[in-house]
């Protein structure tokens, strides 16, 4: 039998990027002692909310677990790009996934999928940094779905695919509850039941996930990527000539104004810095 031989150079790899894994950072002797924050988010405004119970059901669970939480109410929230960023609901969104450690993502399933809603929070919060911190990056989540029918797990598997996208720490463990009206009792507390001992399951595995990857999220996120694209944007602004470093650290710019566009029987002109209609 012949041994493959496939070889140990790799002279696309940038050395001065690619660094030893440092066991000392994934194992850190000082770790986080305060109580795990989790922020819980649900997608439905009905005044008797399933998806709301489940998540104040589920901070019930992580209180009992040792966690800190905190739930967001999403009524007010505007949609995205219909406010600014500075909107009172989004400062408040966004403040509190700043707070968190980890999240707990609740919603409805309608028409097949998750709920404009539940879409919207995550909308408004950003992939980029805040105050040179990436809101969700390394935080771990916990996702769990409703439906007013049999089971399905579409509402799931979405949520999913967005905690990825949004570089969060997705835990394997979820929850679908069917016929989430016969769930809950008339104190709006849910019933004993398979059901209910799964919600436990995914709260006990977030703060399990939490407690083990808190203290040193930064370093499990650290990418060799962006390590690269750093390295050349400083030996870029390094190397770069004077003048031309003087040009573009103040560049002189010749500002037109542009006539606003006339209104048209479509719609109202947007502000004349956006150029277009609609």
């Excluded at 609901?89 to 539940?118: F, N, Q, Y």
Aim: contains cysteine.
């Amino acid at each position: 039998m012949t041994e493959a031989t496939t070889g140990t150079t790799t002279p696309n790899i940038q050395d001065e990027s690619l660094h030893p894994i440092d066991e000392s950072k994934l194992f850190p002797a000082e770790r986080a002692t305060h109580k795990p924050r989790i922020l819980l988010l649900y997608g439905s405004l009905r005044q008797r909310s399933f998806s709301r119970l489940m998540v104040e059901e589920a901070a019930r669970i992580l209180a009992r677990l040792g966690c800190e939480t905190r739930v967001f109410n999403p009524s007010g929230l505007p949609l995205p790009d219909d406010a600014e960023a500075d909107h009172p609901k989004v400062h408040e969104l966004r403040d509190l996934v700043m707070w968190s450690e980890g999240m707990v993502w609740c919603s409805p399933e309608r028409h097949g999928a998750m709920t404009g809603i539940m879409k919207t929070q995550i909308d408004w919060i950003p992939l980029a940094p805040i105050g040179g911190i990436r809101p969700t990056q390394g935080k771990t989540l916990a996702i769990m779905q409703v439906e007013g029918g049999s089971q399905s797990f579409n509402t799931v598997n979405q949520l999913r695919i967005l905690g990825r996208w949004m570089r969060l720490i997705t835990i394997p463990n979820q929850s679908s509850v069917a016929k989430a009206w016969d769930e809950f009792d008339g104190n709006d507390r849910m019933k004993p039941g398979p059901f209910y001992n799964r919600v436990v399951d995914v709260m006990e595995e977030l703060t399990k996930f939490t407690l083990l990857t808190r203290s040193q999220a930064g370093y499990l996120v650290d990418r060799y990527s962006e390590r690269v694209e750093s390295l050349e944007k400083l030996s870029k602004r390094v190397n770069m000539p004077k003048a031309v470093a003087a040009e573009t650290a103040v560049p002189a710019v010749k500002v037109e104004v542009a006539e606003a566009p006339k209104a048209s029987s479509c719609c109202t002109p947007k502000p004349a810095t956006s150029g277009k209609c609609c």
